[in-house]
Structure formats: C-alpha cells, structure tokens
T-cell receptor
Framework: ETGVTQTPRHLVMGMTNKKSLKCEQHLGHNAMYWYKQSAKKPLELMFVYSLEERVENNSVPSRFSPECPNSSHLFLHLHTLQPEDSALYLC????????????FGQGTRLTVV | QQPVQSPQAVILREGEDAVINCSSSKALYSVHWYRQKHGEAPVFLMILLKGGEQKGHDKISASFNEKKQQSSLYLTASQLSYSGTYFCGAHGGSQGNLIFGKGTKLSVKP
C-alpha cells in the first residue's frame, strides 16, 4: 500500500465508450502524474500536474483528457480510444521538485475492444 | 529525453552481483531508482541528487556522476526477492518532470 489509490483496477471499454480513471492520494503531495505502461515499453509520462496546474503534456492524443480538481485527486477521461491504447495506466504523486520520491498507485489495466 | 539503461536484461544466480547503468544526454539534477515486480506498481528504491553522491540501502547501492550524466545501481549478493524490472528516472530540473528509462529486467535464480 503506497498511499496512492487508483480505481478501477481493471477496465474493458469499447472504442465508442467514454470512461474515467480516478487517482487519489492523501500523502500531502502537490504533484501528480499519469504514466502509460504498455507491454515491452517503458513508463511513458503522459501528464504532470503541479499545484493543480498542468505543467507538462507530452504530446498525448486529445482522446485522453486529464483533470485535477484538487491536489488529492486526479482523473483521466477517456473517449473514442483505439485498441493500441490498451495498457496499464499508472498514477503517481510526489512532493515538489526533483529531490522527492514518487509514489505509484497499483494502476488501472485498460483493455480497448 | 529518455535516459538509456543497460543491460536490458540480466539473469543471476542467488548470491551473485549485478550492475545496472543509466545514462542521459541531458544534464541531470537527480536520478531516481525504482523496482517493479510483475503485476505490481513500481516501488521507490532511492534518489541520488546532484553532487555526485552515493547511497546504499541494505545490499543495494547506487552512484551518480553528474559530470558524466550517469548513474549506476549495484546489487550485491543478490536474493530471489531482487527479481523484477529496475527503472531509472531522470530529473532534468524542470518542475515535476521525471522521465524513466526502458527498464532492466533482473531475474535471480536459486
């Protein structure tokens, strides 16, 4: 248990569906991240929020839409996904700056059919 | 820019040592090391900060050479529990920007 909780743990969705992934942390961290991890691929940074503002968006397709309503919650809204978007989506949180460790959630295993 | 890890995979017998390397083409402010077991979230091992420090955690230690923009993770007298994929994360100083390498898969056999 890392203190970062992701729901759901598993999700199967059709290409025309709209769904959301949720991440929650009560560690007092003010930076939160979404990473994508596919088979044989590294952890790909998707979005970074720091103090509830989006700091980085690494050219992620618009069918992925993040939302950070407060420093404890992070969402990833999904719509019209493609089968190649099937992957493990990991949320992480950390304190500010480059000297603080990141804590990861257990991930949501997404399958797009 | 993604750091480069080597080797991609390594197989050890219990008790043997291993070194995993991580290098970056950009200046680093810190290097993070994580281990991920199959089906689980990555777990933090250690952070090395700019300044060329070395850290240790039980029989796992690491060094950071900021001039060479490299970090190495040393696993001595490996145990079965060390098996997993090791990721280095490079922090280039931008706020909240932690980029991971492709990982090194370590398998420790009895």
């Amino acid at each position: 248990e890392t203190g970062v909780t992701q729901t759901p743990r598993h999700l199967v969705m059709g290409m025309t569906n709209k769904k959301s992934l949720k991440c929650e942390q009560h560690l007092g961290h003010n930076a939160m991240y979404w990473y994508k991890q596919s088979a044989k691929k590294p952890l790909e940074l998707m979005f970074v929020y720091s103090l509830e503002e989006r700091v980085e968006n690494n050219s992620v397709p618009s069918r992925f839409s993040p939302e950070c309503p407060n420093s404890s919650h992070l969402f990833l809204h999904l719509h019209t996904l493609q089968p190649e978007d099937s992957a493990l989506y990991l949320c992480a949180s950390s304190g500010q700056g480059w000297g603080t460790e990141a804590f990861f959630g257990q991930g949501t295993r997404l399958t797009v059919v | 820019q993604q750091p480069v890890q080597s080797p991609q995979a390594v197989i050890l017998r219990e008790g043997e040592d291993a070194v995993i390397n991580c290098s970056s083409s950009k200046a680093l402010y810190s290097v993070h090391w994580y281990r991920q077991k199959h089906g689980e979230a990555p777990v933090f091992l250690m952070i090395l900060l700019k300044g060329g420090e070395q850290k240790g955690h039980d029989k796992i230690s690491a060094s950071f050479n900021e001039k060479k923009q490299q970090s190495s993770l040393y696993l001595t007298a490996s145990q079965l529990s060390y098996s997993g994929t090791y990721f280095c994360g490079a922090h280039g100083g931008s706020q909240g920007n932690l980029i991971f390498g492709k990982g090194t898969k370590l398998s420790v056999k009895p």
